[in-house]
């Protein structure tokens, strides 16, 4: 009976992963970028809605992404001492080309 109930609880620890959406600000690195993120967070005292950024690194194993490109991320074992997170797809292209 265990083996079963641990074998329907594989798939469920695999989809566990953050996915984050971003703009591209920089490319220049080889097959890496860094890709800043957005999110409203409300104040804790006041209530206002405040805008953070949070710059990450990721993996972009192609070199296909351009700077403004609007991607997702997914989050990955660490690759190398910053790079935590892969590229998944290119969702928008931006405007320089």
Do not use: F
């Amino acid at each position: 009976m265990t083996t079963s109930a641990n074998t329907t609880e594989a798939p469920r620890k695999r989809n566990l992963r953050k996915t984050r959406t971003g703009v591209v600000l920089s490319n220049k690195m080889e097959k890496s970028i860094v890709v800043a993120v957005t999110r409203r967070v409300r104040h804790k005292l006041y209530g206002k809605y405040m805008t953070r950024t949070t710059k990450l690194m990721a993996q972009d194993a192609n070199n296909e992404c351009n700077i403004g490109d609007t991607v997702l991320l997914m989050e990955t074992r660490p690759l190398s001492k910053r790079i935590r997170w892969r590229l998944v797809e290119i969702m928008k292209r931006g405007a320089t080309e």
